[in-house]
């Protein structure tokens, strides 16, 4: 669960030269960085953060450069973004500055720069640890850069965080839970998981519609991205999102994990899992099912669109499920209770 606030600032595919087979960042972005000046650009980042300090706590949100490869652009375009938003947190307005970045465009004159302008978190799109994965994908690195740079950025004092995908050509369930292991052992503290998703215009569209790559189901997103998610979660990495947002875009690309709400059924199927290991043996057939949960769980227990409270009436026999707030529940435990 997302405990800090964001205060977004999207560069699409400004600064990265490369071309990943899956990556159409003006989709995902919902628009195209024009060919502006820098002092506009600046400009409009002081707007964005002035309109959303107006109903966020500053104190505890921070500027975040998302989207392309923010320390691949023009050094003098990274100072002056850099400059802007430092000046929000000198005045206490932000609590620190994050941005992605690929593994690649890190080095350390490049931490330099970041950590003079109040940069505090710096995640890498790494997407996967795995070397045929990485080539397939087209990343334009292999898996030693990943290591290296997420290496140099802890050892700096950054907070690291790690970006993989599910579903990347050449992957499968062992990989990805290798990848999220990975992330674990370079000491991130935070992660986003993104089953793929396959647009329009890309090279993995081209490649689905020639059969070469398989997209993902719904179903095997999840399942997928469960495994991935209790690797993070043992070690307690914050999960800061799983799946791209809703967008007209998302719900109108053809393949892939397109559910515009994924996050939501992986974390349903996370609690879906927990109840059913709970049950355990039971005799539950025509008995009431009992959920007590706490308050933030309350809607990953029931899933989406009630489907947890259906799957186990049809996978257990009982009569009726009923979910529970339990303000006494702080952890994520759950209480069962069957009656006749
Ligand atoms: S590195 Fe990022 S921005 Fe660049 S092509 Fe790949 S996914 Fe797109």
Redesign the pocket.
Known sequence: MQKHKNIPFFIP?SG?K???VF?S?TKITGYCLPESDMISEAHRLRNVVEESLQYLNGGEAQIAFFG??FTGIEPERMVLLLQTAYEYVKDGKVCGVRLST?PDYIDDSILDILESYGVTDIEL?LQSTDEAVLKAAGRGHDRDVCFRSAEQIVKRGFRLGGQMMIGLPESNLAKEVRTAKDIVDMGAVCARIYPTVVFEGTKLYDMAMEGSYTPLTNDEAVIRSVECLSVFRKSNVEILRIGLHASDELARAPFGANHPAMGELVYGEEAYRNIASHIGQRDTYDKTLKVYVPPRLVSACAGVNGRNKERLIANYGFKAVKIYKNEDVSELKVIIEAEE
């Open positions: 595919h990265c490369n071309n990943c990556c960042q392309g490869s690929r799109g």
